[in-house]
């Protein structure tokens, strides 16, 4: 059984910074997509960032590109979005998602191509 379970939301202020950790068992993730949405109150779920497991090649929305970094440890089996300059637009829940297998055309971006989710962990960012 899958389980993913995020940790390191909070409240910042804006400017400020946040790292998010996703913290993945129940399968091994080699060339699998991880990804990152988030859903504000009144929202749709919006895909934020994403990662090939085995390969890193990365995938970011254009609203958090320059600001966002997604990587992963394999060791700890961990997926972490680094936020930076963050904005009180990007606050939202934040979720953890485990897709999967990548293959050439795999759309990351599309949030029914992944198929575990975690809790959501809240980010809000003050003005």
């Known amino acids: 059984q899958v389980q993913l379970v995020e940790s390191g939301g909070g409240l910042v202020q804006a400017g400020g910074s946040l790292r998010l950790s996703c913290a993945a068992s129940?399968?091994?993730?080699?060339?699998?997509?991880m990804g990152w949405f988030r859903q504000a109150p009144g929202k749709e779920r919006e895909f934020v960032a994403a990662?090939?497991?085995?390969?890193?090649?990365?995938d970011y929305a254009d609203s958090v590109k320059g600001r966002f970094t997604i990587s992963r440890d394999n060791a700890k089996n961990t997926v972490y979005l680094q936020m930076n300059t963050l904005k009180p637009e990007d606050t939202a829940v934040y979720y953890c998602?485990?897709?999967?297998?990548?293959?050439?055309?795999?759309?990351?971006?599309?949030?029914?191509?992944?198929?575990?989710w975690g809790q959501g962990t809240q980010v809000t960012v003050s003005s």
């Open positions: 998602a485990g897709g999967r297998e990548y293959y050439i055309g795999y759309n990351l971006r599309l949030y029914t191509n992944y198929d575990y």
């Open positions: 129940g399968r091994t993730f080699n060339n699998y997509a």
């Open positions: 990662i090939i497991w085995s390969g890193g090649s990365t």
